[in-house]
Nanobody, 119 residues
């Protein structure tokens, strides 16, 4: 079964940057869209960003708009999340997601990678 594997999390000071990567475990894997969600302790899961492989503008959650960017490499089945101007409130486990059925929502989730932003 295909897995999404995240990497790039860690500890960073406020104002710093991190780049998360997410790769599918099988090269033949294809999805309609990929993105990121996050979950902080005591808070609900939050949409971060996503995009469609067919084109169009990516979408961002309100709390990260203007600070985060998302990009992908279709040939490598990899999606990236560039996080700049990080704030302590960005601290969370970040999950990579993929939509494998058109209009079916994000049904494939990675294990998550921890991002901790110190003040």
């Amino acid at each position: 079964q295909v897995q999404l594997v995240e990497s790039g999390g860690g500890l960073v000071q406020a104002g710093g940057s991190l780049r998360l990567s997410c790769a599918a475990s099988e090269r033949t894997f294809r999805s309609y869209a990929m993105g990121w969600f996050r979950k902080a302790p005591g808070k609900e899961r939050e949409f971060v960003a996503d995009f469609s492989w067919s084109g169009g503008r990516p979408s961002f959650g309100g709390s990260v708009k203007g600070r985060f960017t998302i990009s992908g490499d279709n040939a490598q089945n990899t999606v990236y999340l560039q996080m700049n101007s990080l704030k302590p409130e960005d601290t969370a486990v970040y999950y990579c997601v993929a939509a494998v059925v058109r209009g079916g929502g994000y049904t494939l989730w990675g294990q998550g990678t921890q991002v901790t932003v110190s003040s």
